[in-house]
């Protein structure tokens, strides 16, 4: 904001300047009053501006100290790292020796799992085909027991049906052969 202030004060006195009077080689003010006034003015904010650039490059100075010590810890600490880490490099070996066997040993475990459960559909496969099929059989036999059976039932209908239509026809023919005159009186 003050170099705002600055700029605009420098623009009058600019101003100024140009609407001045020239006598020969002479350049005569019209109002020196007025250029005095923005002089001091200039005078009077430069001392605020210069304390606040100090301000300013004395903060960026702890920045920079900051920053430094800041990387520095950061170096300490990743040179530490990659020592820990060198020293635990035989210890990560040795660890992914183990993990490799460990990862074998599952491998092995998991084939064996695989064989035995398709050992083991397999042979529930065959016993339940088996089952099936005596099942199946079992049905056709008690299907053809029903079946005769059922023939046993028919024939004696279709017998007792006959039978029944041979006393109806005899029925009939009796019937027929019937003749009231014939017939004696009664007593």
């Not at 080689?25 to 009077?44: E, V």
């Not at 430069?46 to 301000?55: F, K, N």
């Not at 299907?143 to 009939?172: F, G, P, T, W």
């Amino acid at each position: 904001m003050t170099e705002l202030r600055v700029n605009q004060l420098i623009e009058e006195a600019d101003e100024l300047l140009d609407n001045k009077f020239h006598v020969g080689s002479y350049c005569l003010f019209m109002n020196t009053d007025d250029i005095q006034d923005i002089l001091s003015k200039i005078r009077a904010i430069l001392p605020e501006e210069i304390r606040t650039a100090e301000m300013i490059l004395k903060r960026r100075d702890d920045i920079y100290m900051e920053a430094q010590s800041r990387a520095d810890r950061i170096i300490n600490e990743a040179q530490n790292t990659a020592a820990n880490i060198l020293s635990e490099s035989e210890l990560i070996r040795a660890v992914r020796e183990k993990a490799s066997k460990l990862q074998e040993q599952v491998k092995e475990s998991c084939d064996e799992m695989k064989n035995k459960a398709v050992e083991e559909t397999d042979s529930l496969r065959r016993t339940a085909y088996q089952e099936a099929m005596e099942i199946k059989e079992g049905a056709k036999s008690y299907a053809e027991s029903l079946l005769n059976e059922l023939e046993r039932d028919i024939d004696k209908v279709h017998k007792h049906i006959r039978h029944c239509q041979e006393y109806v026809a005899q029925q009939k023919e009796t019937t027929r052969s019937y003749n009231p005159q014939k017939i004696p009186a009664e007593k």
